[in-house]
């Protein structure tokens, strides 16, 4: 058996970024046809790796290309300076995948020269580099090199910046070049005017935005026979392989509904792959496939293609289920306005998971907590399943332990005594509340639109999940349903939360840039709204000239959370575009550069990396001599750069 600090450790640190790795535990305790029923539907979720990339920058395929076939083949410099910056920058890319970093959006600034990269690139051969028809290699690199070298091209994968046009400014590839962003809302808008408005389907979420020759709109679909219907072409061969070792007759049926989608491409019949899904908690194992989340589209429409594959914790889904047991009760002591509650709380499913693969848009960076589906309606009506990833959540655990961070950041030993005894049983429990019960809560008013806050529509959701957690976890329901060991446990979360908002999480962010990412513009939102309105509560305070968080009252924080709830859930539930502007704007956005200069001086003393993700563990059949599979091996230890090489040479499609 190997160590545990193989897994859980950084197996590599480049750039801001850290690589861990991650255990299964369990896998080998599910029977065969389980095993089987996992690698056919991981395999699923390796297939559509392309996609994303294509998704996420037009150029990034021919680059991630170019790129590996000079770190394979170019051999004359390889122990200069310049290589060993260019082997740094492509496994960012390779982390991000694409050229933007996952996370901020901005464009990578390579550590070489082009006349380096020139050099490599014209010594390689040439029917390894992604010529076009007839091109040189030197061609190649006066077509491609701007994308890299020129700051102007491409500068930013999304951009939300107020008052600039949103889709010319983005470098994302979900619309055809040139689209404006009044002609796709436009466009868009006239559809879903067309539509049920009851239940209406998710306009856009499977489709790039096209102009025909004559100047008329159209989509390109995302489906078999379609855009990207090589990937996906690929990805029915696994799902029709999984569906011969389904678990009950119900996940048989998911999994024919989703090849169904694929094949049309027809969001109805997406709506009603996600409901069967939802209905599906029977099977131990478990998966998600296909476009999911809209963070990557600057307009929330379009979604990134994303796959994982679980089973059940069952010791650990204990927490989870006591949630979802009660949903009814914590959604009717929510603060918000009644005219805004559900009145029936329904088919409400959490549990505690162990991944056994990460894909696409969850690969290597991932979510610890999910929940799905995305559409209002079938929320309100069929309810959601939320999870939280328990093997990744004591992967970064275990790599945070000791490194000081909390040492340097929190006000003081009494707080920081705090943080240690409860800050890992608050934070799995936030994660739990704010994905199996705060995106769950709530309700549209009728006639609302699901995307009228438009591009601060995932910020506001995201803001109102946070919330939930934050308020509930100060309720003494909690302590009741033995989910926290005492009334004071919430101080942790707390303490950690404002910290984060107000301070630490401008680490991920370099100097002279706005907060860009949902989920930062939610935490500052909160952290700063709260830091303004209740100054009698929270307040940051200087110390041998370092800033803190220092708290007052948790009792009036608990208030606090409480009123903001209120008004964002106001906000989601009216649709109230104008009031989403001003919050985010105002307080999820800028950051005060000295103060920020400060953190990051703080912050690189202690030689951490601020992002991390993780390397996939490999899986393996044995067959007899009919074909039939008679073990799936699980190892460990692949190194990162020959998984991303394998992952592009295995996996390509387009």
Avoid at 134 to 163: H, W, Y
Avoid at 261 to 286: C, M, N, P
Avoid at 486 to 511: C, F, H, W
Wanted: net charge negative; aromatic share 12%; with cysteine.
């Amino acid at each position: 058996m190997q160590s545990e600090k193989i897994f859980q450790f950084a197996d590599e640190r480049f750039a801001d970024l850290q690589m861990l790795r991650y255990q299964v535990p369990g896998f080998q305790d599910l029977n065969l046809r389980q095993q089987v029923l996992a690698y056919y539907l991981s395999e699923a979720a390796l297939w559509g790796r392309d996609i994303l990339w294509d998704q996420n920058c037009r150029f990034n395929l021919r680059l991630r290309q170019l790129l590996e076939t000079v770190y394979t083949d170019f051999q004359e410099e390889r122990d200069t300076h310049e290589f060993k910056e260019f082997c740094i920058y492509l496994k960012r890319v390779w982390f991000s995948n694409g050229i933007h970093h996952h996370y901020g959006s901005q464009k990578f600034h390579p550590g070489f020269t082009s006349s380096f990269l020139r050099r490599a690139v014209l010594s390689v051969p040439a029917s390894k580099l992604p010529l076009r028809e007839g091109q040189s290699a030197e061609e190649l690199c006066d077509e491609l090199f701007p994308v890299i070298f020129n700051p102007e091209v491409c500068p930013k994968r999304v951009n939300q910046t107020e008052g600039e046009d949103l889709l010319l400014t983005s470098s994302c590839n979900y619309y055809q070049e040139g689209f404006t962003q009044v002609e796709a809302e436009g466009f868009y808008a006239s559809l879903k005017a067309e539509g049920d408005p009851d239940h209406p389907i998710m306009y856009g979420m499977n489709s790039t935005l096209m102009r025909d020759e004559e100047g008329h709109l159209y989509e390109d679909i995302w489906r078999s026979g379609g855009k990207y219907g090589v990937a996906i072409d690929r990805i029915i061969s696994c799902l029709e392989h999984a569906i011969h070792y389904a678990e009950n007759v119900q996940q048989e049926e998911v999994i024919k509904k989703l090849i169904d989608f694929y094949r049309t491409g027809d969001l109805k019949v997406f709506d009603a792959y996600t409901i069967l899904w939802v209905g599906e908690t029977r099977g131990e194992v478990d998966f998600t496939n296909g476009f999911t989340e809209v963070y990557g589209d600057p307009l929330g429409l379009k979604a990134s293609w994303e796959g994982y594959v679980n089973f059940v914790d069952k010791q650990a889904t204990h927490r989870a289920q006591l949630l979802s047991e009660n949903a009814q009760w914590f959604e009717d002591h929510s603060p918000v306005d009644p005219r805004f509650r559900k009145e029936v709380c329904r088919g409400v499913s959490a549990k505690v998971i162990n991944a056994v693969i990460l894909g696409g848009d969850l690969y290597p960076s991932s979510a610890i907590g999910i929940n799905l589906p995305n559409s209002d309606w079938v929320r309100a009506e069929y309810g959601s399943k939320s999870v939280t990833i328990g093997n990744l959540t004591h992967a970064y655990n275990q790599a945070a332990k000791g490194n000081g961070f909390r040492e340097e950041f929190v006000i003081n030993e009494e707080t920081l005594d705090l943080l240690n005894r409860y800050g890992e049983v608050c934070d799995d429990l936030h994660t739990d509340l704010h994905e199996c019960l705060g995106h769950g809560s709530g309700k549209l008013l009728p006639g609302v639109d699901s995307d009228a806050l438009k591009a601060y529509g995932s910020c506001i959701e995201e803001a109102r999940a946070d919330l939930f957690g934050l308020y509930y976890l100060a309720d003494r329901k909690l302590v009741e349903l033995g989910l926290v060991p005492d009334e004071e446990a919430y101080k942790a979360q707390y303490y950690s939360y404002l910290m984060n908002g107000l301070l630490t999480q401008m680490v991920r962010i370099e100097p002279g840039h706005d907060i860009e990412e949902a989920h930062m513009r939610n935490r500052a939102l909160i952290a700063r709204w709260t830091l303004e309105h209740y100054p009698q509560a929270v307040q940051l305070v200087e110390h041998e000239e370092k800033t803190y968080v220092k708290i007052l009252d948790y009792t009036l924080l608990h208030e606090a959370f409480g009123v903001l709830l209120a008004e964002i859930q106001r906000i989601k539930s009216e649709g109230d575009y104008e009031a989403a502007r001003i919050l985010v704007e105002t307080y999820g956005v800028r950051i005060d550069p000295s103060l920020h200069r400060q953190v990051l001086a703080r912050y690189k003393k202690l030689n951490l990396a601020p992002y991390k993700g993780f390397i996939n563990p490999r899986y393996e059949v044995e067959r007899d001599e009919q074909g039939n599979i008679t073990a799936v091996n699980l190892t460990y230890g692949e190194p990162y750069d020959e998984q991303m090489l394998r992952y592009s040479r295995d996996y390509k499609t387009l």
